[in-house]
């Protein structure tokens, strides 16, 4: 069974910043042949990526709301990928997820090519 576990999620005031972790866990799992993306859902609104990293970590995408203020980053030997959001602000509440994609085409934006989730983390930002 293969899990993925968020964490980091918080309160923060506009500006600040937080560090998003996702843990992945299988005994069968391996994480380093795994796309990672995160996604978000704000109250009343569709699921919505965030950010995409390849395999191998060279290669990462996103989305045109977040670009210069989030950054993904994974650690293949911790079987972690991260998201360090900077700059917050309030329209960047939501309830955050991670997700594993074993395609072997990149196409992060596409919420279906995901095989894994995990249950999410709430970020607030107050403003």
């Known amino acids: 069974q293969v899990q993925l576990v968020e964490s980091g999620g918080g309160l923060v005031q506009a500006g600040g910043s937080l560090r998003l972790s996702c843990a992945a866990s299988?005994?069968?799992?391996?994480?380093?042949?795994?796309?990672l993306g995160w996604f978000r859902q704000a109250p009343g609104k569709d699921l919505e990526f965030v950010a995409g990293?390849?395999?191998?970590?060279?290669?990462?995408r996103y989305a045109d709301s977040v670009k210069g203020r989030f950054t993904i980053s994974r650690d293949n030997a911790k079987n972690t990928v991260y998201l360090q959001m900077n700059r917050l602000k309030p329209e960047d509440t939501a309830v955050y997820y991670c997700?594993?994609?074993?395609?072997?085409?990149?196409?992060?934006?596409?919420?279906?090519?995901?095989?894994?989730w995990g249950q999410g983390t709430q970020v607030t930002v107050s403003s």
């Open positions: 299988g005994r069968t799992f391996t994480f380093s042949t795994y796309n």
């Open positions: 997700g594993a994609d074993s395609s072997r085409v990149w196409y992060p934006t596409n919420q279906n090519a995901y095989d894994y």
């Open positions: 990293i390849i395999r191998a970590g060279e290669v990462t």
